[in-house]
C-alpha cells in the first residue's frame, strides 16, 4: 500500500485504524490538491521541447561561493539558489533560500534582514507542534515578502551524535517528537504559496567528511528511527520538496541512492513530490536514475549532469527518456500544488518584523528548559539589589548558530568572531550573536537593581563583580555550525574555570546556557540553577529575562539526552574526527579517503532509547524540564491503541506540562519509546484530560519489508522525562502486520 500526498487513506490494521484525514494529507496553501496538480504537470509536459525539459532538473547556488562567482540570472535573489522557469509555459522560477530559522542571512549579501527564530533543538524544546506551525507560517511570510518560492527548511535528522554539528538545526533524538514537530513547521511554512523541503534525507548524523561519511544502518534500524521521522513529517507536513544530504547511506551517495529515494520514499511511502539535492551532493549522472530530480548549487559539481548529459541520455535512451519527463512531472506538480503560478512572490512585499519578532520570542519562552533551581534560587526576586552578569557576550545580544540557516536582522550581528582557521567560508561559519541583549532584558525587569558586567575574560574580575552581588548570572556559550562537529563537550573559552570560580564566589550564581549541543556540566553541584537557553533567537535576551524574573514560568523540555560523558555514547570517538581536517565542504582530501559511521551499534535505539538499553544515567535526560510549578500526572488507561490521562498542576503558579508516554516493554522484552505526547497550559489546582493515538508503527517492529507487532505483553508508562517514569500499565497485543 502506498500511502499518498492528498489523498484519504484509512489501513485496517486489524483492531487498528490508522486514518490520514485529507486535510492533514495535502498540503496548506496548496492551490490544487495534488491529483489536479498532476494532472495540471502532465498537460505542461506535454508541451514542452526536449530543450526544455532540462530546464527544471538543474540550477545555480545564488551566492558568491564556490570555484566560479555566478551572474545573477534575470530574477534571481541573492540566496541559496536559483532554477529557471518556462516563460513561454507559464511555469514560474523557482528561487530558492535557506531556511528552517529564518530567511538565511548570507554572510550580507542582502541587506533586507529578516526574523531569527530560535535554533531547531530550542523550538523542539517547545514539544509544541502550534508553535512550530506559527513560526513556520512567519518565516514562509517574510521569505515570499522577498520574493522566495521555496524554503529549504524542514531539517529532520535524528540527533545520533550530540557532538554533530547540525544538532542545533535538528529537532531531536526521537523519531515521533521530530516528525510531528517538523511536519508543523512544514505546514505552516507551505501555508505561504510557498514550497518547503524537508531534509537532509537520511541519516546525516555528522558533519566531519561530510560527503564521504558512509552511515552504516540495517533497514529494520533505519525504518524504525530516522526513516521513520521522515516518514511522520511527510505525512504531517506533506513538504513539496525532498532535500537528499551530502553523506552516504551503506555505501552510495544519499542523492544517489536508489534505495533511499526510488524504493522508500518514491515507492513506499507514494512520495509524489521532487527530490533536489543539497548543494554539491551530485557525483554523477545516474543520480537522475536512482531517483533524484532536481540538481542544485551546480557549480559546487564536478559537472552539471542533469541538463546537457541527460537530454544526451533522454534523445538515446526511452527509459531516460521515461524518467526526464517523470523528474519534470514532478517538479511541476509541486509548482502547481503550491499555487506558485498562480500567487507569485514578489519582492519588495511588507514584513511587520515587530510582530514575527514577537512570534520568534513566543516559542523562544516555550524552549528554554530549567535543568537546575536549588532551593527556588529562581525566579529572581525584582527587589535584588546588585546583579552581576557574567560573559556570554551578554551585554550585546545572544548566540546564533552558523552555516547555511544564519539568520540576522539588516544590520548583521552584534559581534562576530572571526577564528580565521577555515579559509574561504569564515563569514558563514564565524560565531555570531543577534542584537538582543539579555543584560538589557534583565535591567528592564530589576529597574531597582545595580547590574554590573563583565565579560569573563579575567577570572579574578569576574569572581570580584559575583562577590559583591546578590546574584551572579554566568552566560555560558557555545558556538556551532554546520560544517564542523564538536571536539567534545566541554564548554569552550575557559568557560569551565570561569563557572567554578564564580560559584566558589558566590553560591547564588546561575548559568544561563546558550549552547547549540549538549554540553557536560563538571560545576553543576556548585550551581543554585542553571537553565539550558540554546541560540535564542531574535527576542532571545527577553525571553531569558522573563524566565529568570517569573515572568514567564520556564515549561522546555529536553528534546535530547545530556549524557555525562561521551563515554556513554554508543561512539565515544567520533568517527573520522582524529583522522580528517575540519572542512565545510566536506570533499575527501583524496580520492579513497572514507569514515564509516557504525549505527547498527545502536540501531534504532537512538538517544534515551540507547540509555534505557545499556541502564545508564545520564546527566540530563530526554524529557527532561523543570517549572516554577508542579505537576502530577495520573490515571494512565490504554488499549494499546490510544490511551487517556490526566495532568494535574500541584502547585501555586500557571505553568505548562508536557505528558509524556513511554512504551517501556515490546512483546515482554524491555524497550523504551515515546509513543504520545501532548503539552498543557495549567492554571494552579487545575488538571485536564488528555488523549493521544498511539502510532502503530511506533510498537512495531521492521521485518520482511513491512511493521509487525508480535504477540503478546506491552507496557507502557507515564514519564516526566525518558528515566523518571510512573505505575506501568500492560496490555497484550495480538499478532500483526502490514505494508507502508
Ligand atoms: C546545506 C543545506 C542548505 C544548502 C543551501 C548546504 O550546505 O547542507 O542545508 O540548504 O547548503 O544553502
Redesign the pocket.
Given at each position: 500500500m502506498h500511502r499518498r500526498l492528498a489523498s484519504t487513506l484509512s489501513v485496517s490494521l486489524g483492531a487498528i485504524a490508522l486514518v490520514l484525514t485529507a486535510a492533514a494529507a495535502q498540503a496548506k496553501g496548496s492551490e490544487a490538491p495534488l491529483a489536479a496538480a498532476e494532472a495540471k504537470a502532465d498537460k505542461t509536459l506535454a508541451q514542452m521541447t526536449p530543450a526544455e525539459k532540462t530546464v527544471l532538473t538543474h540550477g545555480i547556488?545564488a551566492l558568491p561561493l564556490g570555484p566560479t562567482l555566478p551572474t545573477l540570472p534575470e530574477g534571481a535573489i541573492w540566496g541559496?539558489?536559483f532554477i529557471h522557469g518556462i516563460p513561454r509555459l507559464g511555469v514560474p522560477a523557482l528561487t530558492?533560500t535557506?531556511?528552517s530559522l529564518g530567511v538565511?542571512y548570507v554572510m550580507g549579501m542582502r541587506k533586507d534582514g529578516a526574523t531569527g527564530l530560535p535554533s531547531g533543538l530550542s523550538m523542539a524544546s517547545s514539544w509544541n507542534p502550534e508553535a512550530l506551525r506559527k513560526s513556520g507560517a512567519m518565516i514562509g511570510s517574510e521569505a515570499r515578502a522577498k520574493g522566495f518560492n521555496v524554503l529549504?527548511a524542514g531539517?529532520a535528522n535524528l540527533m545520533r551524535d550530540p557532538r554533530a554539528g547540525r544538532t542545533f538545526e535538528y529537532f531531536s533524538e526521537d523519531p515521533l517528537l521530530t516528525g510531528d514537530l517538523v511536519g508543523a513547521a512544514i505546514g505552516g511554512i507551505q501555508s505561504n504559496h510557498i514550497i518547503s523541503?524537508i531534509?537532509?534525507f537520511a541519516l546525516n548524523g555528522q558533519e566531519t567528511g561530510r560527503k564521504f561519511v558512509s552511515s552504516q544502518i540495517s533497514d529494520p534500524a533505519a525504518r524504525e528511527s530516522d526513516l521513520l521521522a521522515f516518514q511522520i513529517g511527510i505525512e504531517k507536513g506533506q513538504p513539496l520538496a525532498v532535500?537528499c544530504a551530502?553523506n552516504k547511506v551503506n555505501g552510495a551517495s544519499a542523492c544517489d541512492n536508489d534505495y533511499l529515494l526510488n524504493t522508500v520514499l518514491k515507492k513506499d511511502w507514494g512520495y509524489k513530490g521532487f527530490v533536489m539535492s543539497?548543494?554539491?551532493a551530485v557525483p554523477s549522472l545516474e543520480t537522475a536514475i536512482h531517483g533524484l530530480d532536481q540538481q542544485?548549487?551546480e557549480q559546487l559539481d564536478k559537472q552539471v549532469w542533469l541538463d546537457k548529459p541527460l537530454a544526451a541520455a533522454a534523445a538515446k535512451d526511452p527509459a531516460w527518456a521515461a524518467r526526464l519527463d517523470d523528474m519534470n512531472r514532478r517538479v511541476l506538480t509541486s509548482i502547481y500544488a503550491a499555487g506558485l503560478d498562480a500567487n507569485p512572490a514578489k519582492p519588495g512585499g511588507a514584513i511587520d518584523f515587530e510582530a514575527d519578532a514577537k512570534i520568534s520570542g513566543d516559542i523562544a519562552r516555550q524552549g528554554i528548559v530549567l535543568l537546575r533551581n536549588e532551593g527556588g534560587a529562581l525566579p529572581l526576586a525584582a527587589s535584588a539589589k546588585r546583579i552581576a552578569v557574567i560573559g556570554g557576550y551578554a551585554n550585546a545580544g545572544v548566540l546564533t548558530g552558523g552555516?547555511?540557516?544564519q539568520v540576522h536582522g539588516k544590520d548583521g550581528p552584534v559581534v562576530t568572531i572571526q577564528s580565521g582557521e577555515h579559509t574561504g567560508f569564515d563569514a558563514l561559519i564565524a560565531p555570531t550573536w543577534q542584537p538582543s541583549s539579555p543584560m538589557q532584558a534583565i535591567k528592564a525587569l530589576a529597574p531597582g537593581a545595580t547590574v554590573t558586567y563583565r565579560s569573563g575574560d579575567v577570572i579574578a574580575d569576574a569572581v570580584a563583580q559575583a562577590k559583591k552581588a546578590n546574584v551572579a548570572i554566568v552566560f555560558a556559550v557555545k558556538p556551532s555550525s554546520?560544517g564542523f562537529d564538536q571536539a567534545d563537550l566541554s564548554l569552550p573559552y575557559g568557560q569551565d574555570e570561569l563557572i567554578a570560580a564564580v560559584t566558589a564566589a558566590n553560591p547564588h550564581t546561575i548559568v544561563v546556557l546558550e549552547t547549540g549541543n549538549p554540553v557536560a556540566m563538571p560545576w553543576l553541584d556548585k550551581t543554585a540553577a542553571v537553565m539550558e537557553a540554546w541560540f535564542p533567537g531574535a527576542r532571545g535576551g527577553e525571553a531569558i529575562a522573563d524566565v529568570l524574573f517569573g515572568k514567564v514560568n520556564p515549561s522546555g523540555h529536553l528534546p535530547i539526552t545530556f549524557p555525562k560523558s561521551v563515554d556513554q555514547l554508543p561512539r565515544p570517538v567520533l568517527d573520522g574526527y582524529n583522522e580528517f581536517e575540519p572542512n565545510f565542504a566536506g570533499d575527501p582530501p583524496t580520492p579513497d579517503a572514507r569514515i564509516t559511521a557504525d549505527y547498527n551499534i545502536e540501531g534504532s535505539d537512538v538517544g534515551y532509547r540507547w540509555f534505557a538499553r545499556k541502564g545508564e544515567a545520564p546527566l540530563f535526560p530526554f524529557g527532561f524540564g523543570l517549572s516554577y510549578t508542579t505537576f502530577a500526572s495520573t490515571g494512565l488507561k490504554t488499549d494499546g491503541k490510544t490511551a487517556s490521562f490526566t495532568l494535574s498542576n500541584t502547585g501555586k503558579v500557571q505553568g505548562a506540562t508536557v505528558g509524556q508516554l513511554y512504551m517501556v516493554s515490546q512483546a515482554g522484552t524491555p524497550r523504551q519509546r515515546l509513543v504520545g505526547f501532548q503539552r498543557v497550559d495549567l492554571a494552579p489546582g487545575a488538571s485536564q484530560k488528555v488523549s493521544v493515538t498511539i502510532d502503530p508503527r511506533l510498537l512495531a517492529e521492521w521485518k520482511d519489508g513491512g511493521w509487525t507487532i508480535a504477540a503478546g505483553d506491552y507496557t507502557f508508562a507515564l514519564g516526566s522525562d525518558a528515566q523518571h517514569l510512573g505505575q506501568p500499565v500492560k496490555v497484550h497485543l495480538s499478532a500483526r502486520s502490514w505494508k507502508d
Open positions: 547556488m541559496a539558489g530558492e535557506d531556511a538565511a529549504l531539517g523541503t531534509k537532509h532535500m551530502y543539497d548543494w554539491g542544485s548549487g552555516g547555511s540557516s554546520e
